[in-house]
């Protein structure tokens, strides 16, 4: 009985010391301002590796509507993406180093047929933020206002 006491106290150890901080680190807090003015904010997890970046939103079949996925890329420059294997439509924005948005996708589509369509920012892009469906237009989210980072 007592060295199942044990293995439980571990455990719970384990998750709260190991797997519980990984998790929570993987959100961050993104905040969409325009004119200075702040207009809306999300919760976001980040994708700052290869695999990561790769994975995406593939796969997932909902997203609360303040939440979304952010993209962090190591060299800034033109990036391409496509939607093989998204359920979900999105609003894909794509910000500079600076933090401002410079080209926005509303409501992109998931690939149904190849080749999938890509979307495409040739400017200098940083990040790249991916949204529910309708949010710029549900809070006038547009180019040129300004996308603040928390740990950026």
């Not at 695999?51 to 996925?69: D, F, H, P, Q, S």
Request: hydrophobic share 40%; aromatic share 10%.
């Amino acid at each position: 009985m007592l060295k199942n006491k044990h293995i439980i106290i571990i455990l719970v150890i384990f998750l709260f010391r190991i797997i519980l901080p990984n998790y929570l680190s993987a959100f961050e807090e993104v905040k969409i301002s325009s004119n200075g003015k702040e207009v809306c904010k999300y919760t976001v997890e980040i994708a700052d590796d290869h695999r990561e970046r790769v994975k995406g939103l593939k796969g997932r079949k909902a997203m609360l509507e303040n939440r979304g996925m952010l993209f962090i890329f190591d060299k800034i420059g033109p990036k391409s993406f496509w939607m093989k294997d998204t359920y979900l439509s999105l609003d894909i924005l794509f910000i500079n180093e600076k933090g401002e948005i410079e080209r926005i996708y509303r409501r992109a589509e998931p690939c149904k047929t190849e080749p999938c369509p890509e979307y495409i920012a040739p400017e200098d892009i940083k990040f790249v933020l991916e949204l529910s469906a309708g949010q710029c237009e549900k809070n006038n989210i547009n180019k040129g206002d300004s996308v603040l980072i928390s740990s950026v």
